[in-house]
């Protein structure tokens, strides 16, 4: 048996090490395993392990870690804790990326021109669309609970 609790600690570990990363799985892998040392499964297993759906809905319900395959099978791999002062989330807030229709507002991997299927639009404490703001849908929660926050202490 994999304890899978612990490569899910150890993936958390390269996300937040990384911030947002966007490489083929066979790299994620490396780094994760890297990070567990002797404790690391083969990579066969790991990979199987992280390749899998399930294994993407509990990195991002418990341990805030978005993870899966982007257009030309490169993976995506998104550290989704947010800020933890109200100075960081208004350093966050106030810059835009680059490409503000092509790239995520939360984790700023650029889609480039598969932007308008990986990404979605921002919407504000009134329901209404963010200008400038796209994510992708594994982003799209920890940018909102950031700019909630942000907007009730403001208010
Ligand atoms: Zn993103």
Same mark, same amino acid.
């Given at each position: ?5 612990? !490569? ?22 490396? @780094? ?16 199987? @392990? ?5 294994? &993407? ?5 418990? @341990? ?26 208004? &350093? ?27 990404? !979605?639009?921002?919407?504000?404490? &009134? ?29």
């Amino acid at each position: 048996m994999m304890n899978t609790a612990l !490569i899910n600690r150890h993936v958390a570990a390269v996300a937040i090490q990384f911030g947002a990363y966007a490489t083929p799985l066979e790299s994620i892998v490396k @780094y994760v395993a890297m990070s567990m040392g002797d404790d690391a499964p083969d990579m066969a297993r790991l990979l199987n @392990y992280l390749a899998k759906a399930e294994t &993407h809905d509990e990195l991002a319900a418990n @341990y805030e870690v978005g993870l899966w395959c982007g257009p030309g099978r490169i993976w995506r791999l998104v550290s989704l804790s947010t800020p933890p002062t109200l100075e960081a989330i208004e &350093h966050r807030l106030n810059s835009y990326p680059d490409s503000v229709s092509t790239q995520c507002a939360w984790c700023l991997i650029d889609e480039k021109n598969h932007y308008a299927t990986e990404l !979605i639009k921002v919407f504000d404490l &009134h329901n209404k669309p963010i200008h400038r703001r796209v994510v992708h849908r594994q982003c799209f929660k920890p940018f909102t609970v950031m700019l909630q926050q942000y907007e009730r202490v403001k208010k």
